[in-house]
């Protein structure tokens, strides 16, 4: 337990801050390595297994930046008009053959190769034509502008892009510009996901009295699908020792993770910590935040000397187990991909209106950013703040989230703010 570094927290009845929890675990994780090739058009999202080092140079040659005339910048006259004469027409695809005197330029169009001896563009707006005739005024170009430079792009035996990075359009792109019909990259992540409740119904059951459908299932694996996981949909679970330990036995046989939600709470915990705790070294911890307690995280053993599957074990109500989900799982689960998380897209945006808070725990409030009437941006509330209202989840497009030591804002304060976009 002490390896971990997790234990000794969970002792007493200290409350974790946020920060904390995040760090506990990311020190724990080992990401995962294996991989895999796949082609080009498949690899949006997937995680790049190792660097991509340029094959060659991009672009393969100097070439022209715009349509205009190619000359050399050396006969630009000091002070007066440089005349020149157009000896002919370039266009992108193939070199030049002939050959380019003093006083002659060449009339080019963007991408065409930069004949020898010329190192200059000047655009066709910024020139007077007359036949073959080509003036330029003083002062409207220099000499070397509008060349784009062989390599200047992606240079030969330099990295082009780097192991853990999550693969975007632009990248699949770069990597076509290289010649690259396929990239390595890693395996998808497993993840194991189940709900856990008595009162849970599943879709197409009947809702008899005091039962709820099961929601969260569909928002955490909406949520793993962002994130290019591959998901174990194990369904639900009752409150019961045996079936848990079941559903937990065919958990880690197949997963990295193992994703639940509901059964954590202090009612609950009893049991589901005798069973956890014959599997592995699973921490229970009070996190000082709202929504979001309580929140359990750790290793469970696997068959075979396999290394661990992660259990995240996030509250049952519904804005609690997707806020827990963003807080800690999101990140830990991008590094145990083998990705780099980028630093989520935080924004700072004057709030609407006042909101009380105490400092001593992060408070996660489903929010709003909008165009401000005064022009910039602001954030409102969006309705009951109820940690099982989902409603105010989906109506929200960020979380506004109040830091540990922050106090209550008044209106018009900035906040930070979480953004959905970039982040689911
Ligand atoms: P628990 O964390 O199990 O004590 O659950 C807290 C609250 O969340 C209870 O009102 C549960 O009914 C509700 N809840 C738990 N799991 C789910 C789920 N999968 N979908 C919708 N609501 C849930
Ligand atoms: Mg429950």
Redesign the pocket.
């Known amino acids: 337990m002490s390896e971990l570094g997790i234990s000794p927290l969970t002792k007493g009845d200290r409350h974790l801050s946020v920060d904390e929890a995040r760090a506990a675990i990311a020190a724990a994780l080992r990401p995962i390595t294996e991989g895999e090739t796949v082609p080009l058009a498949r690899a949006l999202g997937r995680v790049l297994g190792s660097d991509v080092i340029s094959p060659i140079d991009v672009p393969a040659h100097d070439n022209s930046a715009m349509d205009g005339y190619a000359f050399a910048g050396a006969a630009l006259a000091a002070g007066g008009v440089t005349r020149l004469r157009s000896v002919g027409t370039l266009y992108a695809g193939a070199p030049y053959a002939g050959e380019v005197r003093a006083g002659e330029c060449l009339r080019i169009m963007t991408g065409a190769v930069m004949p020898e001896g010329l190192d200059t563009v000047v655009p066709l707006e910024l020139c007077s034509v007359a036949g073959e005739q080509v003036a330029i005024e003083p002062g409207v170009i220099t000499p070397g502008e509008n060349r784009r430079r062989r390599g200047e792009d992606l240079a030969l035996g330099r990295p082009a892009l780097q192991a853990g990075r999550v693969l975007r359009p632009a990248d699949l792109g770069l990597a076509a510009s290289l010649g690259l019909a396929e990239l390595p990259v890693l395996r998808p992540l497993r993840v194991a996901l189940f709900?856990?409740?008595d009162?849970?119904r599943t879709l197409g059951q009947a809702l008899e009295p005091g039962c709820?459908?099961?929601?969260?299932?569909y928002s955490l694996m909406g949520a793993l699908q962002r994130l290019g996981m591959e998901v174990i949909d194990l369904g639900l679970v009752p409150d019961d020792r045996a079936a848990l330990q079941a559903t937990l036995q065919a958990a880690v046989a197949q997963a990295d993770v193992v994703l639940t939600?509901?059964?954590?709470?202090m009612?609950?915990a009893d049991y589901t910590r005798e069973v956890l705790a014959a599997m592995g070294e699973v921490a229970f911890w009070k996190v000082a935040m709202r929504p979001g307690r309580?929140f359990a995280f750790g290793p469970l053993q696997r068959p075979g000397g396999q290394p661990p599957s992660w259990l995240f074990a996030l509250?049952?109500?519904?804005v609690a187990?997707l806020v827990t989900f963003y807080a800690f799982a999101r990140e830990a689960l991008l590094r145990l991909a083998g990705a780099r998380p980028e630093p989520l897209p935080t924004l700072q945006a004057p709030c609407t209106a006042a909101i009380r808070k105490r400092p001593g725990r992060t408070e996660f409030q489903r929010a709003v950013v909008e165009p401000a009437p005064a022009g910039g941006w602001q954030v409102r509330l969006t309705g009951s703040q109820g940690a099982?209202v989902l409603r105010s989840m989906s109506e929200a497009n960020a979380l506004l989230v109040l830091r540990h030591d922050q106090a209550s804002v008044a209106a018009g304060d900035f906040v930070d703010v979480w953004l959905f976009d970039g982040l689911v």
Do not use: F, Q
Not at 261 to 265: C, K, M, P, Q
Not at 315 to 318: D, E, R
């Open positions: 709900s856990t409740g009162e849970l709820v459908y099961d929601s969260n299932r939600s509901g059964g954590v709470s009612g609950d309580p509250p049952g109500n519904p187990a099982g």
